[in-house]
């Protein structure tokens, strides 16, 4: 069994039968139907007017809107562990064309306002130096903690009080919004983010995920964007279906509670092995390495992260029958 | 009936049937069997050691193999007409980080040795200039004429000696391999070509396109350009499927062959109202305002191209009985 | 005696007399009084309020003026012959991070309210297409043609009409103002220009010009973009004294009205060998590839512009005692 | 009397006599006998052949050097203090279309091979994380510290054996070759260096730097991404001229014991409260907000640097008579 990453996971099968009806669809780019719908199905699930636009991947998600948010000569805000500073091969770099990622601290990926003001605070206000123009944080974190709302409001505050732009990579949106109970307006837009990145793909999807704006003035200039990096993909109705998909029925949020509810009783077998509290589909363990080899000897997959640290991600698809062994397996390890 | 693009038509059934079996596949990014399968499957189709890319999109394609042959401070030779100068959106310049496409003339969107050369001999050699690195060529064109092997090889020869790399957008390359009956291997790297957008999207796929380097050096980069380029999808493996789906079998070859027979019966009915010659899909007429509205009124949807013109393109999706009908109004049209 | 370009010509005395006065001011970048005082004496001369930035090149004010203007998916509309396109080794494409230049046509490399209308009106209006947003005219031209303050305010208006910027490259300014006996604000702004590369370099001065913004707003970022070109010289305050010696006592207008002398005195001799109307301080003629070896036989050197054409440039430096000798030569030619 | 910056430092009075003597050159851009010359007079102070770039500025020269050794996908080793990180606005992302800048540590801006060591081995390498390409180092320090041969030496072994190239940001250069009493070729080449921004403007110069390549064919392209970045200026021989002038008679040399001597005054003075040794022509000084206060109020202006922290910096021009006024301040602050 693997538990390396939810991006190994199956896409799920409304998204597979969703791609069969979108082959009743013919026109190209983003004109079909489902694609120009978007816009106005999002808005209502968010319940304020947004721009929404399909992508292949949640770094073109995150990156398209830090270039909306940052002039190539600024810099953005972000945790030193965050995935577009990390884990994008420099996509932010590329897309804002060579914007700088300014690095702040936090417990378990987050960042707080004291954080934040902390690095603000060091940079000299002058020409020579790159100034910052956005701030990015990812809900659920890298490190699978959640931001509440307050916790983004007190974010958002800081932002607008700073004259930047908050973004949200949402990779695992759903799993923070399944997790905290609140409504997707009350975790974006209302506690001050500018635009989110929703992730579908890691929730499974295939090849869709969705940038939103809800300050739509900032999505000016996306399509152009969008189309410049190769990304208005030629049959769009294919992605713009998989979100259609995982929107109806709240399969969304259903496909998000499962992961979760595998990695809680992961987290309850743990107990005080845990690296970071467990509050999306993530775990973090502390093992020494002959553990870890005992767990992979017993058929559990999964990375290392750090030295005597593993990591362990649980997605839509694995459900309790195929948790149980595992946390079994986590327990006896806490017993010896 | 619609005969606006080959973009518009459905992902024919090959193509759907793999995505539900990648569904077994459980790595992410690269490295599940099927991707890491690529270039070995496609080195045997070219009959020499290539390095295979999948991407969502055929700009993505052009431009990254642009970027492999082209520093910043170059320039790309590419006819008038080009898809890459025309029609997307600026991504060459993008990719690259602002070469420039050098623009050269030629009937039916087909560059010759003659009009690269006038075009590169009115290039003063100096440094205030922009000076050539690679020529890129689209085959079939823009206008649906193919360059046969001989063709190729006539400017592959020209680039060799000028010391200029070779491109190829084979956005419709199954329709030329199959007009000319040839092989993959004699329309492109014996030829001379560097480096190929192998288009699977028009004929039948939904999100997959391939980029084929034969110069394997050529491709140093391109993984990192890639991800950084947010194209190192986190569920690849659904496009490694696709194009495992279309090379199965030569479903690639039938579904143009479909396409192209469709296109070729409109060309009989069309006689000398023919703007190119129809050598692969696509049918460019010349028609009266009037007389496009009658087709439009009798149920045939397409583009005006341009004052006095209309472009069909024919799908793989598009069988006899689909075009009979249009054959018929375009041979009325003539007879009148 | 040399005719290749006003940029191989000396610095004049008052430039170079003002570098050693700047070695007074102690303060660096541009934090010396020279330096802040610009905006304030360009803005008198210009009789309207301006933003005023010196650099050390003719290039980099152009491009910095066009990467106000153009977001870097946008298109700039210049002559096929202007010197953005084919003199800059691709800085428009370096400093706008790949904007493409739209290429018009114009006798004398002047552009004409129609040639860009054709231009414009070729664009299909659509996200797959590079769309306008500024036009960039030379003036004095590559070919040593001025546009009148009406020439200017007519494509100043067709600027307006389409929602674009307008630059105008005054590399030779100078040479147009003195010629036309216009104001610097009639020939700029009250003929639509949003900003101006003024130059002063090949006009007698050493290593600085100035970009001026009209439309003030849009020089938001420009002090940022200049410091991320390594072009906010550590010593700034020997450009700004350059830029003031040669304001003062109108001495970049003495200087213009020299080499407009010297040209004018070659275009009286060349009669219907001149290839373009003399308007500036550049004379293009038709020679014989014999008649181009006998002037150089006789001591003139200058550049072969093309087959069967020479170009000659005066500069601020060469008096009638100098220009007569090739005058006399010119009119030899003429005469047999 | 000013302490702020050796920028603020007038030229020299062989550099004001050089573009006297430039004035007689005739040649535009790079094309005279001075800027042709520099290959081989700069090959001939560093005892090796090199390839050397005259530019305006030394951010530029930093970031040219950058741009040859790393791709736009890769990452720079430098210091967290780095001039190229906090002082340049960006520069590097823009000349090198995005890389990214790897922060390392150590005592008084300079690393050291445990530092760097420690930076790479926590970089996984893996296509999703930029890689690094090369390392940069300031000689001296930002801190005014400097690199032994033998520093630079371990630091290029290092590169070399993780394949990265080794720059140095010489702004300071001759600063460090007087202190150590090294030659030029020991403190880079010999010691791994593959290109030197050699800074001449802080040492008298006006606006003048040299890019100095020693693996030659690392400068390949550099020509064109100059003239790319708007920075082959027309009068190219006023920069070249400037150079040859310092190289004369060593009076690169002289200037910058001058400026050491100063310095190493005011390190006598300062005893204990030296927050950094001083081994060039910077001098940090601990002092009470109200020490501070008093040294203003005698005459002496210098920037705080941090909180309870004077920075100040000597210059060419700052002889013993205007120092030891300050150098007497600074011991009664001591002897308090």
């Known amino acids: 069994m693997r538990f390396f ?30 694609s120009t719908a978007l816009d106005e199905r999002v808005s209502a699930l968010f319940e304020t007017e947004v721009r929404a636009f399909w992508l292949p991947s949640g770094t073109a998600a995150n990156c398209l809107a830090l ?30 064309h060579g914007a700088k990622l300014l690095l702040a601290e936090g417990d378990g ?5 004291g954080s934040v003001t902390a690095l603000l605070d060091g940079i000299v206000n ?40 908050l973004h949200m990579d949402g990779a695992r949106f759903a799993n923070a919004v399944v997790h905290l109970g609140c409504t997707p307006a009350e975790l974006t837009w209302r506690a001050g983010v500018d635009a989110l990145s929703f992730g579908f793909i890691k929730n499974g999807g295939m090849t869709a995920e969705l940038l939103v704006f809800f300050d739509t003035a900032l999505a000016e200039g996306t399509r152009q964007r969008r189309k410049r990096a190769g ?33 809680a009783m992961l987290a309850r077998a743990a107990g005080d092995r845990l690296i970071h509290p467990v509050e999306a589909n993530e775990v973090f363990l502390r093992v020494t390495p002959d ?29 309790e029958a195929e948790i149980a062994p595992l946390a079994d397996a986590i327990a006896a390890l806490c017993a010896q």
Chains 1, 2, 3, 4 share one sequence.
């Open 5 to 34: 990453s939810d991006n190994a996971a199956p896409a799920c099968p409304e998204v597979l039968a969703s791609l069969a009806a979108a082959n009743g669809l013919d026109t190209a780019y983003d004109g079909d139907g489902w």
């Open 67 to 96: 270039a909306a948010m940052c002039p190539p000569y600024g810099g953005i805000v972000c945790h030193r562990d965050a995935h577009i500073q990390n884990d994008e091969g420099g996509a932010p770099e590329f897309f804002t």
């Open 109 to 113: 990926a987050k960042l707080t306002p």
């Open 126 to 165: 002058d020409v020579h130096r790159v100034q910052p123009h956005a701030i990015s944080i990812t809900n659920a974190t890298e490190y699978g903690r959640v931001y509440t709302p307050g916790d983004v409001a007190a974010i958002g505050a800081l932002a607008r009080a700073r004259g930047l732009h």
């Open 231 to 263: 990304m208005l993909l030629s049959k769009g109705r294919y992605l713009a279906a998989q979100i259609h998909a995982m929107l109806d029925d709240d399969v969304w949020r259903r496909n998000a509670r499962i992961a979760n509810a595998g990695a």
């Open 291 to 319: 553990e870890a080899a005992r767990l992979r000897a017993a058929g559990f997959d999964f990375y290392d992260w750090g030295p005597g640290e593993a990591r362990l991600v649980i997605s839509w698809s694995q459900g």
